[in-house]
């Protein structure tokens, strides 16, 4: 079996197991977190859950990723470490991780251009990593909290 092979029969459709998802970045209600949760710990992916309430800048989450993802400590909190520490483990084994941004909103209210930089940077290495050209596996991103409705 070929990596490509590989790739794509480990891959989950987090749309098709949750079809109330919104379009990707999948930002989700707050009264959907046990349901996305239960939904994805199910799924094959391995599921990280960061606590954004205390996040107040881009480092803090990179931080915080670098802690959830157990980084070695030669790794700095940036998002170029995280890019190579998630390629070097994906050129071993194939990734399948969904990390689960809970308190999302602090984070925004915080800084937002922060948290708008962060979620397009993370968004960007996701499609990256699972581009079946050079798959190092899946990265799905979910950011949890009180959303406002768009009407």
Do not use: C
């Not at 391995?46 to 070695?72: M, N, T, W």
């Amino acid at each position: 079996m070929t990596v490509e092979d590989e790739f794509l029969d480990a891959w989950v459709d987090v749309e098709e197991a949750l079809p109330w998802l919104p379009a990707a970045p999948y930002f989700v209600a707050e009264e959907q977190r046990g349901p996305l949760l239960k939904a994805l710990t199910g799924s094959g992916l391995s599921v990280l859950e960061i606590d954004l309430a205390d996040v107040r800048r881009e480092g803090d989450l990179q931080a915080a990723l670098g802690r959830a993802l157990a980084k070695p400590d030669e790794y700095d909190d940036n998002w170029d470490a995280l890019r190579d520490l998630l390629r070097e483990r994906g050129a071993s084994t194939l990734l399948a991780i969904a990390v689960v941004f809970s308190s999302a909103p602090a984070f925004l209210r915080a800084d937002v251009h922060g948290f708008v930089r962060a979620v397009s940077i993370l968004q960007n290495l996701s499609l990256e990593l699972s581009d079946i050209d050079e798959p190092y596996g899946q990265l799905e991103l979910f950011y949890v909290g009180e959303w406002p409705s768009a009407r």
